[in-house]
């Protein structure tokens, strides 16, 4: 089973600030990672699918980089809105498997 | 526009077997390339794969959960069943279904989840 290790597990963050989260993951899965965000009582939605396609309706400050074993998920200008806890969840193999989360705090 | 919505019951009692409906709109499970999986969620902690079905009937299962779990579909009600059985209160969790395009890949559209807690 493929392990994915997201860091930090908890950020404070302020508004308009860049905020960066990553996901490492045990071994190769090519480009098969994808990122979602959870707000309280919310199901997840998707943002970026295949580490860097921007999924339909996203808006555009969200961003997706990387291959392999390391990946990204940018916040660009981040807005109050953005409070939320996000996920990292590969499809390169199964079983599927999802990071523990990240959760993003809004000063 | 794709949905999904989960239904099945609130409470069940340990040792119990646990059935979720997944009734979705806007897309066919007869279409090539068609897939919806279950995740689920305990209460505060993160999101579990469950099983997957394609549009072709392949079937995908958690080696964890695997002995547990049966995942079928209906395509004539747009419809998609999943049974776990012998609950314990550690199955305690938010599930939800999601559409997912193959080959594997994200869950671009989630349902709303349907909370279940096992307690006798």
């Known amino acids: 089973e493929i392990v994915l290790t997201q860091s930090p597990d908890f950020q404070s963050v302020t508004p308009k600030e860049k905020v960066t989260i990553t996901c490492r993951a045990s071994?190769?899965?090519?480009?098969?990672l994808h990122w979602y965000q959870q707000k309280p009582d919310q199901s997840p939605k998707l943002l970026i699918k295949y580490a860097s396609q921007s999924f339909s309706g996203v808006p555009s400050r969200f961003s997706g980089s990387g291959s392999g074993t390391d990946f990204t998920l940018t916040i660009n200008s981040l807005e109050a809105e953005d409070a939320a806890t996000y996920y990292c969840h590969q499809s390169s193999s199964l079983p599927h498997t999802f990071g523990q989360g990240t959760k993003l705090e809004i000063k | 526009q794709i949905t999904l919505k989960e239904s099945g019951p609130t409470l069940v009692k340990p040792t119990q077997t646990l059935t979720l409906t997944c009734t979705f709109s806007g897309f066919s499970l007869s279409t090539s390339g068609v897939g919806v999986g279950w995740i689920r969620q305990p209460p505060g902690k993160a999101l579990e794969w469950l099983a997957l079905i394609y549009w072709n009937d392949d079937k995908r299962y958690s080696p964890s959960l695997k002995s547990r779990l049966t995942i079928t579909k209906d395509t004539s009600k747009n419809q998609v069943v999943l049974t776990m059985t012998n609950m314990d209160p550690v199955d305690t969790a938010t599930y939800y279904c999601?559409?997912?395009?193959?080959?594997?890949?994200?869950?671009?559209?989630w349902g709303q989840g349907t909370m279940v807690t096992v307690s006798s």
């Open positions: 999601a559409h997912s395009p193959y080959p594997p890949s994200a869950f671009d559209i």
């Open positions: 071994q190769s899965i090519g480009s098969s």
